[in-house]
């Protein structure tokens, strides 16, 4: 009997781990964490954000993509920035904090994909100054 709670404890835990390692939208997309650089695109943009201010950056997708990585890195733990992604034609994938990866380490990292191809055209990332201690620099 104990042996049969520990194995289902366990399939549990699995089941919970997975289950929080991605998350599956309606709209098709499947979201899931990235826990190493190899993946992660060249940053392409490095700038600075203040408490309450809005950064709007796009990047182009070309056609036969099936997967769209995106890196937010500020590094910064005691500052907080938020993320939003939209689709070219403006859909909001979803908002992410430096949470969401499962990670909290001033890094945002994921990928989206989706078995069809990712839509073609410009992808808007909205970077958000949370909670943010004078100005602080990232790169996406």
């Known amino acids: 009997m104990i042996r049969k709670i520990g194995l289902l404890l366990m399939v549990m835990l699995i089941t919970v781990s997975f289950a929080a390692a991605t998350a599956s939208q309606d709209n098709g997309y499947t979201i899931v964490p990235v826990k190493s650089d190899i993946t992660i695109t060249p940053r392409w943009v490095t700038t600075t954000i203040t408490q309450g201010e809005t950064n709007w950056h796009g990047v182009p997708i070309s056609s036969y993509t099936t997967a769209l990585y995106v890196d937010l890195n500020w590094g910064d733990t005691s500052d907080s920035l938020r993320l939003k992604v939209h689709?070219?034609?403006?859909?909001?994938?979803?908002?992410?904090?430096d949470s969401s990866d499962g990670v909290i380490d001033g890094r945002i990292k994921f990928a989206i994909r989706n078995s069809d191809g990712i839509d073609i055209g410009t992808w808007h990332h909205e970077v958000y100054g949370y909670s943010v201690s004078g100005t602080e620099d990232y790169y996406i």
Do not use: D, N, V
Not at 87 to 97: E, M, V
């Open 87 to 97: 689709t070219p034609s403006g859909q909001l994938i979803g908002t992410y904090y």
